[in-house]
């Protein structure tokens, strides 16, 4: 899986400089290059794209973490708003993976989405160093490319969205025939902290770099979350309080990232936490620029 919570200060310098020479994208080694830059909260948030709003808050020092916590709100109902989880790559099934590992920045600029983060856990063919882009690689829960189910994996509890993008986080495992055959996207997860709108009383206190996702299905709206310092409890209280009901943790340690596209208002493109290691699957959105006439 790719976790890596104790991993050193030279592997991670040497693998950055690796990642820098093949190419990132707008994805830079551990750039903030954008929302908490200013020293100062934004826990209201600001829109950048149609339906797309963003906001950053600095924590308060605590057991369960402290630094940066980031966050974005994606309205499903707004026109332009879609998604994206990335496809299977025919070159890694004729090896017999299912993807070639790609940093979030650069499948970003690719797939020219609005936000994007590291998705599902993952393994990958090389364990000997970190990963690398190009790595054969396979994903370790379910996923859903645009109707196209990755595999089944007992474990996985599956957030999904149909082909009006309305969101669904499936309470139990394994993934549920009816929702894969109804599923467009999906990502999946290895547990829910947060059901409607509580966080479960025996979530982990430990923190460590986080990603999550949590929706509120009533408002139709997404979150979108990622913190380099921060317990899954609080994290996903966090997310209850910006008003999601229902969520779950990502692949995380050194996995997690978050990226914002060209064309953001107010925010600098570029990676506003992590981005120095490929993953497995992408989790993005795609959305309509605010000055789009």
Not at 48 to 70: A, M, N, P, W
Not at 127 to 153: C, N, Y
Not at 175 to 187: D, F, H, I, R, S
Request: glycine share 12%; aromatic share 8%.
């Amino acid at each position: 899986m790719a976790d890596f919570p104790n991993q050193t200060t030279v592997i991670r310098l040497i693998a950055a400089a690796v990642l820098g020479v093949v190419g990132l994208g707008s994805a830079l080694p551990f750039a903030a290059r954008s929302g908490c830059e200013d020293g100062q909260n934004h826990p209201i948030g600001s829109e950048i794209f149609e339906g797309v709003t963003y906001g950053c808050d600095q924590l308060t020092r605590t057991k369960e973490g402290s630094g940066r916590f980031h966050w974005v709100r994606v309205d499903l109902a707004s026109p332009g708003v879609e998604l994206y989880v990335t496809p299977e790559d025919p070159t890694a099934v004729s090896q017999g993976w299912q993807y070639r590992l790609r940093s979030v920045g650069s499948i970003l600029d690719q797939e020219d989405l609005a936000v994007a983060i590291n998705a599902s856990l993952f393994t990958w063919k090389s364990k000997w160093r970190p990963p690398l882009p190009g790595d054969f690689a396979k994903g370790v829960e379910t996923v859903v490319a645009d109707h196209v189910v990755s595999h089944i994996w007992e474990h996985t509890y599956l957030l999904w969205f149909d082909d009006q993008l309305t969101p669904h986080l499936q309470a139990s495992n394994p993934p549920a025939a009816t929702a894969l055959a109804q599923a467009k996207w999906a990502v999946g997860g290895q547990g829910i902290g947060l059901r409607q709108g509580k966080v479960w009383s025996g979530s982990d206190r430990s923190p460590d770099a986080r990603t999550a996702v949590a929706i509120d299905g009533l408002q139709k709206h997404l979150f979108l979350a990622v913190a380099s310092h921060i317990s899954p409890r609080r994290m996903l209280q966090k997310l209850a309080d910006l008003g999601a009901a229902d969520g779950m943790l990502l692949d995380g340690g050194s996995s997690s990232s978050m990226v914002i596209g060209e064309g953001a208002k107010g925010i600098s493109a570029g990676s506003v936490y992590g981005g120095w290691q490929p993953v497995a699957t992408h989790f993005g959105v795609r959305a309509r620029p605010l000055d789009a006439s």
